[in-house]
Structure formats: structure tokens, C-alpha cells
């Protein structure tokens, strides 16, 4: 008879912890649809409650307050950012990628994407939110090391060669970041397309050059 309760019990504790993962997604889901829409500032937890068809109280159940949520919005997408990056160098076989390819790759599948225009919105209201930008700190950083040893693994190169490499990642990661933040509001797509282009043939160039 225990046995059957502590059965009945755990399958019980399951379905609720999957009901709490399931609510937890569709928070963040309709987090990132408001912050791609109407922008940080404007992406409160009452807008974010309504987007998710939750009431507000059972939001803050999960993410007491803005900086709570935003916070777990960023950590999910630098995983998912960092996830894509590991599929990709996957397909691409897992040895001596190019950083060209890569950037392509990174702009096709992650910079254009209405949950990396999210990411921005927080990162940019963290630059005058100290609270918010301490809490993201660890996160960014671990990432920006995860994309660093994923390179360092698959650039066939020494140590020294392998730094620069991730250094160039990373330049290239900012690059983005601010091209699409700021030139990209008033380009085209194709003139947005020629410039990515032109800087991952570069970026083979320099790699080539590394590799001599």
C-alpha cells in the first residue's frame, strides 16, 4: 500500500514539475515576443503576463520580478545561441571551420532571429541598469568562453593561433551586435547581406593568414 502512494505521489510531483517547465517556456516565449515588438521599457511583466495568457500572479509564481525573468530569458538564449553553434560546426564535419562560414551562419540563424533581437533589448537596457547588468554578467561572460573553447577545438590550430581565432569570434560577435543594432535600422537587406558577406570573406582571409 506505501508503495502504490509513493507511486501515486511521484507521478504526481512529475506532471507538476512538467506543467511548471511548460509554463516557464510559454512565459519566456511570450517575453521574447514583446521584447522583439515593443522593446525593453516597454515589455513589463502585465504586458508579458497577458502576451502569455497567464494571469500576473502566476507569472511572478516563476519570476517574481522583471530582472528574474529577463535574466532567465537571456541565460535560455545564450544556451540555444551556443547549441546552434555546436549543430552547425556538427554539420560542417567538426574540424578546421571557417570563421567566414561561421559568421554566415551566425547572421542566417541567430543575429536576424526575433529572439536575438530580445537578447539586444535586454543587454542594451543592462548598460543603465546596474542591478539587471550584474546579474547577466556571469552568463554573458560563460558564453563568450563556451564559444571560445568550441573554436579552440575546431580550428585545427596551435594554442596562440586558436586565441586569435576566438578573439576574431568575439570581434565578430560584437560586430553583429552593433550592426544590427544601429546600421542595420537604415540599410537594406541586401546592402545588410553584402556586408556580412564581405567581412566573412575576410575573416577567411585573416584566418588563411593564421594558418600560414
Known sequence: MEQGNSDSSG????????????MRREIVNAAISVLHEQGYHRASIKKIAERSAFSQGA????FPTKNDLMQHVLERL???SVTLTQDWIAEQGGA???LGALTQSWWRLQIRSPEFLAMVEILVASRTEETLRGRLRHA???YMQQISALLARHTNSDEADAADAAMLARVTRCMLF?????????LS??????????????LDFVQMGLAA
Open 140 to 142: 554573458f561572460e560563460d
Open 178 to 186: 552593433g550592426f544590427i543594432t544601429y546600421d542595420g535600422l537604415f
Open 78 to 80: 545564450l544556451r540555444k
Open 96 to 98: 578546421n571551420i571557417q
Open 11 to 22: 507521478k504526481q510531483k512529475s506532471r507538476q514539475e512538467e506543467k511548471s517547465r511548460r
Open 59 to 62: 507569472l511572478q509564481h516563476h
Open 189 to 202: 537587406e541586401e546592402e545588410m547581406e553584402a556586408y556580412v558577406a564581405n567581412w566573412a570573406k575576410y
